[in-house]
């Protein structure tokens, strides 16, 4: 819940909230991301994970397909932190615009940077 609330500490307004758990990967996270690029509600998809069983590196991977899969059209802010974080980082590196991700490492300015990403719409 830390995630809902330091998104409002910063104007922002959680639209949505789904855990997707630590055995999560795979089609399981497309299908999650599909579910909240779907929902009108939804202005920018904040991923915020601190992975120890899940893997980074694997939530990269699914992230590259659903958008590849369904062109996303939510700006999404990932903060990625844990097993395979680094790998997860070089993934998404050079693919910033293309996917419309924006990545940051740390949870204070990921935050902070999803809320700007929502009010530049």
Not at 36 to 55: C, H, Q
Not at 67 to 95: H, Q, Y
Request: aromatic share 6%; hydrophobic share 40%.
């Amino acid at each position: 819940m830390s995630t809902m609330d330091i998104i409002k500490l910063y104007g922002g307004e959680p639209a949505n909230f789904l855990d997707v758990g630590g055995s999560a990967e795979g089609e399981q996270l497309v299908e999650a991301l599909k579910l909240l690029n779907e929902d009108p509600e939804v202005e920018a998809i904040f991923v915020n994970i601190f992975g120890g069983i899940l893997r980074c590196d694997n939530l990269a991977a699914s992230i590259i397909q659903a958008n590849k899969e369904n062109s996303f059209t939510k700006p999404m802010v990932l903060r990625l932190k844990g097993t395979n974080s680094d790998v997860a980082k070089s993934m998404i590196s050079g693919k910033e615009e293309e996917l419309n991700i924006f990545y940051n490492e740390d949870f204070d300015s990921a935050a902070q940077q999803v809320c700007k990403v929502v009010n530049r719409q």
